[in-house]
Nanobody, 121 residues
């Protein structure tokens, strides 16, 4: 059974930090491009960051560049998101996403259940 289980969400003050984790099981984690995607209250999904399966290349949305760091540990089948200098607009449910590409085509895709991050004083 495929599972993506996020953890680490919490209530934090503006300027604070959090580290989210996503534990993967049931598939070959190292073969998948992994992303964080978030959904703020009343808004659509917003892609946050991606780390590729091969060379571990990372890319970030402009809204989080310089503040968030995505990383992965293929020995632990775990994805991370280090979030620093958090802002109220970072408040959202954060989802872990796994994609297996065949060329440019998404062959398989999995989602976690999400973890709530609230940034408020």
């Amino acid at each position: 059974e495929v599972q993506l289980v996020e953890s680490g969400g919490a209530l934090v003050q503006p300027g604070g930090s959090l580290r989210l984790s996503c534990a993967a099981s049931g598939f070959t984690f190292s073969n998948y491009d992994m992303s964080w995607v978030r959904q703020a209250p009343g808004k659509g999904l917003e892609w946050v960051a991606i780390i590729n399966a091969g060379h571990g290349t990372t890319t970030y949305a402009d809204s989080v560049k310089g503040r968030f760091t995505i990383s992965r540990d293929n020995t632990k089948n775990t994805l991370y998101l280090q979030m620093n200098n958090l802002k109220p607009e970072d408040t959202a449910v954060y989802y872990c996403n796994a994609k297996l590409f065949s060329g440019l085509v998404v062959q398989r895709e999995y989602w976690g259940q999400g973890t709530q991050v609230t940034v408020s004083s």
